[in-house]
Nanobody, 125 residues
């Protein structure tokens, strides 16, 4: 019922910033969680940040806490990820996702049911 499209990826030097955006097409009232995930070559997909739409409370992986900020713009039907002080280990394909799960599973990959196609983020030294 929902399609997601990411944008904003690119190449940046360590210490730089990028802002990713995800547009949700279709009805989103059914989905309680919206999140960002990433997958580096040869590694599994991991949760980066998520937001519980009921109250706007954010959740972050320890590796990005203090550097990344997730936000939702309900009027524009988008969710963004502001990434500051980027590190080479942040290099990955980034995906946005939507799910109907509880906040307790906000960063659980398997709990999400709808995914975008991804946008590449590359951070060089």
């Amino acid at each position: 019922q929902v399609q997601l499209v990411e944008s904003g990826g690119g190449s940046v030097q360590a210490g730089g910033s990028l802002r990713l955006s995800c547009v949700f097409f279709g009805y989103t009232y059914y989905y309680n969680c919206m999140g960002w995930f990433r997958q580096a070559p040869g590694k599994g997909r991991e949760g980066v940040a998520a937001i519980y739409t009921n109250n706007g409370y954010p959740y972050y992986a320890d590796s990005v806490k203090g550097r990344f900020t997730i936000a939702q713009d309900k009027a524009k039907n988008t969710v963004s990820l502001q990434m500051n002080n980027l590190k080479p280990e942040d290099t990955a394909m980034y995906y946005c996702a939507a799910g109907a799960q509880s906040w307790t599973r906000a960063l659980v990959v398997g709990a999400y049911t709808h995914w975008g196609q991804g946008t590449q983020v590359t951070v060089s030294s």
